[in-house]
């Protein structure tokens, strides 16, 4: 398998404007979480999905941040209009309920603001 | 809220010594906690899982433990080398799925 995959690696855009960022899950996970790592505040937790449908929300800053998961192979995490403060690396991660509920991550989105 | 605590931040330390991270959280009410390791510019690799009912899990050189009624994990690094220089994170996993994470033990191996 070739694990999460997210895309772009790296992305940098100007205060504004629209960001979409992306990750295809391992095949057969039916959980599906987008992170937020920042040197102040580590990683926290943003959304998850079960089963394509959201679960917990709580942890989007605000509502400039959407995600979506329109099928089991692909989620989209969305901030509009961005910010240089959503300046961070944002992961995806997946996991199987079934068995040990470990999750894994895919490498991960450097997003720059300026 | 449950809040994980690692310590020390950093450690920087010989090569070929053993060493140990430790990892303390609030809540006993887990599921599982992780260990990852994170090395600088990349995303986590996941290297250890230990579910509520244990006490332990080994690989290769790793050992974690477990001891969910003090909140406490420790990794144990044996005969560390200079790939082992990373960022080490520990992750409780409670109800529903939610991953809290500590700040991380940055671990330099020196030749």
């Known amino acids: 398998d070739a694990g999460v995959i997210q895309s772009p690696r790296h992305e940098v855009t100007e205060m504004g404007q629209e960001v979409t960022l992306r990750c295809k899950p391992i095949s057969g996970h039916d959980y599906l979480f987008w992170y937020r790592q920042t040197m102040m505040r580590g990683l926290e937790l943003l959304i998850y999905?079960?089963?394509?449908?959201?679960?917990?929300d709580s942890g989007m800053p605000e509502d400039r941040f959407s995600a979506k998961m329109p099928n089991a192979s692909f989620s989209t995490l969305k901030i509009q209009p961005s910010e240089p403060r959503d300046s961070a690396v944002y992961f995806c991660?997946?996991?199987?309920?079934?068995?040990?509920?470990?999750?894994?991550f895919g490498p991960g989105t450097r997003l720059t603001v300026t | 809220k449950q809040e994980v605590t690692q310590i020390p931040a950093a450690l920087s330390v010989p090569e070929g010594e053993n060493l140990v991270l430790n990892c303390s959280f609030t809540?006993?009410?887990?599921?599982?906690l992780q260990w990852f390791r994170q090395d600088p510019g990349k995303g986590l690799t996941s290297l250890l899982l230990i579910q509520s009912s244990q006490r332990e899990q080994t690989s290769g050189r790793l050992n974690a433990s477990l001891d969910k009624s003090s909140g406490r994990s420790t990794l144990y690094i044996a005969a560390s080398q200079p790939g082992d220089s990373a960022t080490y994170l520990c992750?409780?996993?409670?109800?529903?799925?939610?991953?809290?994470f500590g700040q991380g033990t940055r671990l330099t191996i020196n030749p």
């Open positions: 999905f079960n089963n394509n449908v959201p679960i917990d």
């Open positions: 991660a997946s996991s199987f309920r079934g068995t040990s509920n470990e999750q894994y």
């Open positions: 809540d006993s009410a887990i599921y599982n």
């Open positions: 992750a409780v996993l409670q109800g529903a799925q939610k991953l809290v």
